[in-house]
């Protein structure tokens, strides 16, 4: 059975960091990421890493978020830099594990950043 469990997150002042960690268990992931959701608005991607290492964010975050990830612990990071209040946010760690004919995607519990101005 899939288990993710989301660890990070909080309150920070504009222009402060925070760290998101997602343990992953139970089976091997094609990709990991990270998306997030603000109030009233959908979910959104931030960042993704395939097994192979490409790496894709979104405009919003390029240069100050930097996704990375460890094959021995199963683990994939978000660390955020320069956070400004429009990051506010849950954060939701997100898994696709391949399978014949697709992919099944997982997603962790959700940890809530605020970033106050």
């Known amino acids: 059975q899939v288990q993710l469990v989301q660890s990070g997150g909080g309150l920070v002042q504009a222009g402060g960091s925070l760290k998101l960690s997602c343990v992953a268990s139970?089976?091997?992931?094609?990709?990991m990421g990270w998306y997030r959701q603000a109030p009233g608005k959908q979910r959104e991607l931030v960042a993704t890493i395939t097994s192979g290492g490409s790496i894709n964010y979104a405009d919003s975050v390029k240069g100050r978020f930097t996704i990375s990830k460890d094959n021995a612990k199963n683990t994939v990071y978000l660390q955020m830099n320069s956070l400004q209040s429009e990051d506010t946010a849950v954060y939701y760690c997100n898994l696709r594990r391949n399978v014949a004919g697709g992919f099944i995607p997982y997603w962790g519990q959700g940890t809530q950043v605020t970033v106050s101005s």
């Open positions: 139970g089976s091997i992931f094609s990709s």
